[in-house]
């Protein structure tokens, strides 16, 4: 067991009709100016936010607004986002939406007292220990940032996702209605499935000395998301369904799953090159083609955690422990097929993918390695599981 | 699933020797003046007030202290507390211990600025807005108040346990060494995992339309102590098992298994009844007691998730629901036995319990019922109980 700090800061308000509070939750922080960032589209067509404008409105909350989030959130708009909350004096950022406009959120909201541009955040060229508050209202379950102390941008002129991990980044508050998902299209739901599995699995297959809690919490996560995956696929409305995603998406990534165990994310900086390179490809449907891929590389290096996989969380119990965890990839890779997620880089939309580029992107022209405590992700294993997924 | 509000403000600072950094911690919360409280005898003994106290030194943060928090902590210990930080002006009070130290600490922390009694809050007489944050040094598994918003007091004149529950009792900060309670006795741990494990076993049972998440996470809570708790007391130095018991008991009363569920605790408010009575009864014996007693009253109205109970946590796996539910109590009973619990109130220390006065002390002379969703705890439900423990 690993010493830790744990701390989650975000105030969770959830259930049906709660984005109508928002004016109201915000008072209750003494906050009086925000500026809204969210994406295109559903949250203006669908009223929303014109429903949390008339609530901010009605506890005289003032508001300003940016829309135009997407997936893959870039540094031009965060830049936007935050001139705005200068010029509008804001008090927090309320993003409405999913990890993009989150994200966006929260990079202009930690930049707020830092002179420079917001990319020396990521880049590690400034630390700030300050910045205006976030709120969120979430739209989709997916990407767990409403309660993570992550965010990630792209920064288009070098196709690089970038990253940044602070306390700062913790939302105040995060408003979830599960009500608020039921239009999220079958596909986007499916990625976000795979988004939030991923976040745990990345966690799980840290290796640890023994089952740790931590380890549990994770298989329960999984076991629910699994649950409520086909249900919430075939009856977009189930508001238990809804819930129980939602709740996993958010607790999958804010650190429960992580307690005394070292964290790091390999399938998660793949992918990133990826969808760095590839700006169209959504990041869950990245991690459905990579992950599995991982796997059936990483098995044999530590049968033991990747057979418990398979017996505790994907049901799979054959006698011989490998077997038996390669039967458990594979299942969870027919999971992945069943939510109509793509299996290879050609599904993806990339028959030919620069695979060179990347395994230099990813290792920084081979003089990175990123860590495995198992076996490191040096430039030939990651050449090796990018090329296995063509 | 029911709508929640979720709100873990306690900062955690987990892993060995983290005590030592006792005032560097309180520094970084702009806090200069505190209080210590703590129990008799060990806290002194051992070192571990003189280390925290150079700790403090160390960073110029000016200490109080008042010693004497005894199992069921009582109100006059808690008013003298109270006096104690008026006189010294302090900013934080510092609860180095278990449960009883960390209650009395939030009761006088809530009333500091009340002019009237401590006892006007749990008797609901007035309602705090407003308190000093408390801080604890964590040194037995058990209570869970470490990250609770619930606080319990004793007062001796009427036999009474009183508790409230309110945002302002969760701590500032929990410091945790596993370390620290490597000197528990065997008896005292055994209390500590029967307490963690109720307070994961009643929300457990508060029947839910479905298996929810929460229930999952309680499932993994159980299992992970019942994993840990046979090698804490073989080997009471074995520091994984002695962390596995410190995060279960702080997660098991943190809010995370009961998410989207209604909460009660009707096995915790007979205890309350028994050990308000009878003083010397520690709390965590008290339910080792009673809630194997509960659930075969009980069981028959719930069968499935008493089943599943069997089958998640004790690993029972006969096929009629009804006798795998009662079979998995029955094994959740010996699992108790063999951690040395008493299993009736005569082996308690109660050979003749006056079981009328409980019963019109726990339905207030049959006007209050004790709800359970299931089936009512009223005056002749509570008398079946009471009697089959004798």
Chains 1, 2 share one sequence.
């Not at 935050?82 to 509008?88: S, Y």
């Not at 607790?251 to 992918?271: C, D, R």
Request: charge should be neutral; aromatic fraction near 8%; include cysteine.
């Amino acid at each position: 067991m690993k010493s830790f700090e744990f701390h989650l800061k975000t105030k969770v308000f959830f259930g049906k009709g709660e984005e109508n509070r928002t004016g109201e939750i915000i008072k209750q922080f003494g906050i009086n100016r925000v500026v809204i960032h969210y994406g295109l589209g559903s949250v203006v067509k669908s009223g929303l936010l014109d429903r949390v404008k008339k609530s901010l409105d009605k506890v005289g909350i003032h508001h300003a607004e940016l829309g135009g989030a997407k997936p893959n959130p870039e540094i031009g708009l965060v830049r936007e986002l935050l001139q705005l909350a200068r010029t509008e004096k804001a008090e927090l950022i309320l993003a409405i939406g999913g990890g993009s406009a989150i994200d966006s959120a929260k990079l202009a909201a930690a930049s707020y007292y830092h002179d420079g541009d917001p990319l020396d955040i990521p880049y590690r060229k400034h630390k700030p220990t300050k910045g205006l508050p976030t709120g969120v209202i979430l739209t989709i379950a997916a990407a767990g940032s409403e309660m993570s102390n992550s965010a990630v941008v792209t920064e288009p002129d070098t196709k690089t996702k970038v990253g940044f991990n602070s306390p700062l980044n913790q939302p105040l508050f995060a408003i979830m209605n599960p009500e608020l998902t039921y239009t999220v299209s079958p596909y986007q739901t499916a990625i976000g499935i795979v988004d939030m599995m991923m976040h745990t699995l990345e966690r799980y297959f840290v290796p640890s000395d023994k089952l740790e809690l931590a380890d549990r919490f994770a298989e329960s996560i999984l076991k629910a998301i699994m649950e409520a995956a086909p249900v919430a696929l075939a009856q977009p409305d189930d508001y238990d369904a809804r819930s129980t995603l939602m709740i996993a998406s958010s607790w999958a990534h804010n650190g429960l799953t992580s307690i005394g165990k070292p964290v790091q994310m390999p399938v998660h900086m793949m992918e990133h090159v990826v969808s760095g390179l590839y700006p169209e490809v959504p990041h869950g449907a990245g991690l459905a083609v990579l992950f599995p891929a991982w796997c059936l590389f990483y098995y044999q290096y530590d049968v033991a955690k990747f057979n418990q996989f398979a017996r505790n969380v994907m049901d799979v119990h054959l006698n011989d422990p490998k077997e038996n965890a390669r039967e458990g990839i594979l299942k969870l890779k027919r999971f992945f097929a069943s939510l109509g997620m793509p299996l290879t880089l050609t599904a993806l939309g990339i028959p030919n993918p620069d695979i060179d580029w990347m395994v230099d992107k990813l290792t920084n022209g081979g003089t990175r390695v990123v860590d495995h405590f198992v076996k490191p992700l040096d430039r030939e294993a990651a050449k090796a599981i990018y090329a296995s997924c063509r």
